[in-house]
């Protein structure tokens, strides 16, 4: 029986660690404040501001946004790492999800995966030496009439066949989207407190 | 008569730049909106009461009588659009959002305005990417003319619209659960009462409305409660959405009234289109996972909310059929059910956290070729002993983890013995795991 001792002593950030956030990606989260009640309800959207930002959810990154938000670092750590879709250590330039529920499976997910798996060297939860892809996989995606399917980042790959597995990797744009993107701060709105205090309606 | 049936919710569908809100008003959309401005809260209500307008989230609870749970003296309400979809197979609300967009914000201005809400949140989850940036678009176009935020048309209501965006977790789809993950909380359901209704987001009265339910609102507006009323069912009223996915030859999102069967679901050359060359039925979940399983013997179950009780189900779910053909080992449709909810429990109440992962790894156990023919009685027996039924769980999570497992070792036992005897070369392949 060999216990593994752990530091316990050392901070998982330093205090002279570099910041993570900028400015820019603070004032986003800012912007969100007027939203909601508490500050604590803008962890969702912040987590999502900085992993869209950063790539992902940096143990010093769940600090700052704690210090933004008021809360103490543990309660953003516990809630992040509820979600899998917020990543605490670094994921590849591109993301491959591939869906595991029940249609992609019997429509053939699993060769699917399995090609993806050769063609990239990687296994569930790594990440290839270039940085170029990590691979996951996620239930339902809702997109079972069009199964086996799989995110590469944003974009949805429908009705996919191992053979088709090259083509898509290879090709540069495999995560383009076409939809147009809101910069969701374009239209004018009334802040929180006066939407609360607006007069009622009827 | 279903055959002559006339698309509602899904009539925008295939029309160039449905998206676009000038398209959606040049198809008599935003008419139900004004005609409802005009009415009193009140007075909607009752409408929607009256149509027996019944959610389309899963729980069949009728969204009038919801509604009326609100106190009467409350002063602030939210209304939560439950946009969490994450019901394996079930695609509907995807459907709804990313094709007609304008149609869910304008039953969201009506709800909205009938619970005397200001803010609205659509609780989106957090794999809706294109979905997330179509329904954004079209929030933001609905705002700068004028039909969100500060005086709503030009009238005295005001109400504000954000999308809340999930992050990957199925229990947030429960409406508590849903409520603590807005308050950026983990997604963990609350114990009721008190209900959403009276202590909902930031302990202000809450409703929280599946987008389906939602999309539904302006055309009871516009046609009126006894239009709605007389689609489909006594009981099952309304237009609705059914999903068939599956080796079938069209598969995708189909509405009609509720009176149609699954075998017609599968078979209908409108809908289904039957199943593929040499592919046979062998068993189907007609209304999402969760909801257990059918043989191919009993594909004449109505669609409706009531007819699936009678086949061993607990309901009718999300209406999301997939169909599992012959040459499918039961045991990876077992063990892939299990997986399922086993990782997806929030792992607060310890019958569903340890029932659920024990399933899982007794189903995987039977699909790797190392099962006991005691494990199907230990499965059921584990099925029984968590959920809500017996009262032992906080949400409804375990309750549709049992009917799955218990319809496929109670409708498949044979299969299920023989594979489990003809060991040790019954190893199923094809294992997705379930690292998160
Ligand atoms: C584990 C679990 C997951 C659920 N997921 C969803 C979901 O993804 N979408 C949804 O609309 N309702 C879901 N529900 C049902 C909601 O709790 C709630 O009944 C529904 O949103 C109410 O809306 P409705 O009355 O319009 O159907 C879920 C329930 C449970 C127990
Ligand atoms: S029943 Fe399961 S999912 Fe629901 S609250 Fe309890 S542990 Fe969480
Ligand atoms: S089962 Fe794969 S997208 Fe639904």
Redesign the interface.
Known sequence: MAWKAIDRNTPVVGADAEPALSEAVREKIRSFFD????K??????A??VVQDALGHVSWQAMVEVAAL?ELPPSDVI??AS?????WTHPKGRKVI?VC????C???G???V?AEIKKQLGIG??ETTPDGNYSLM???????????PCM?I????HKCVKPADVAKILADPDNDR?D????D?F?????T?D???K????? | MADSFEPVLLRNVGVENSTALKVYESRGGYRAVRQALKQ???EITEEVKKANLRGRGGAGFPAGVKWGFLPPNRT?TLLCVNGD???????S??VLMEKDPHQLIEGVIIAA?AT?A??AYIYL??????QF??L??A??EA??AGY???RVFGG?????C?I???????VCGEETGLIE???????CPRIKPPFPAVEGV?H?PTVVNNVETISCIPHIIERGAEWFAGVGPQHSTGPKLF?????VNK???YEAAMDITVRELIEREDMGGGMQPARKVKAV?PGG?SMGVLTADELDMKMDFDDPQHYGLLGLGTA?A?V??QD?DIR??LR??A??FG??S?GQCTQCREGTAWMYKIASRIADGAGRIEDLDILLDTARNMGMMPGLSICGLPDGATYPIETIVKKFRSELEDAIRAQPDGRV?????A??
């Open positions: 939203r909601y009640e508490t604590r309800a803008v962890l969702l959207p987590l999502h938000l516990d809630t509820f979600y899998t879709q917020y999800t595991r529920s029940l249609t499976e019997v429509m997910g699993p060769a995966l569930e939860h996989t996620e239930e339902c995606l809702a997109g079972c009439d069009h199964g995110l980042n944003e974009k949805m989207i939809s147009e993107r809101s969701l374009d239209a004018p709105r009334m929180g006066a939407a609360r607006a007069p009622p309606p009827g | 009193t809260p009140g602030v979809e994450s019901e394996p197979p079930t695609f609300n995807r305005y005397q200001r803010i989850r957090g794999e809706f990417h294109e940036h179509i954004q678009k929030i933001d705002y700068v969100l935020g500060k005295d209501y005001s109400l504000e954000y809340h965006r999930g992050a990957g977790a199925y993950s807005i308050e950026g909380k983990r997604g930031f202000r999903c068939i996915s599956g080796p598969p995708g999102c979940f996972v999301a997939v599992i053909d499918t990876i449709v892939n059910v997986r399922f990782t997806e929030c392949e094809s294992a997705m795991s690292v998160n």
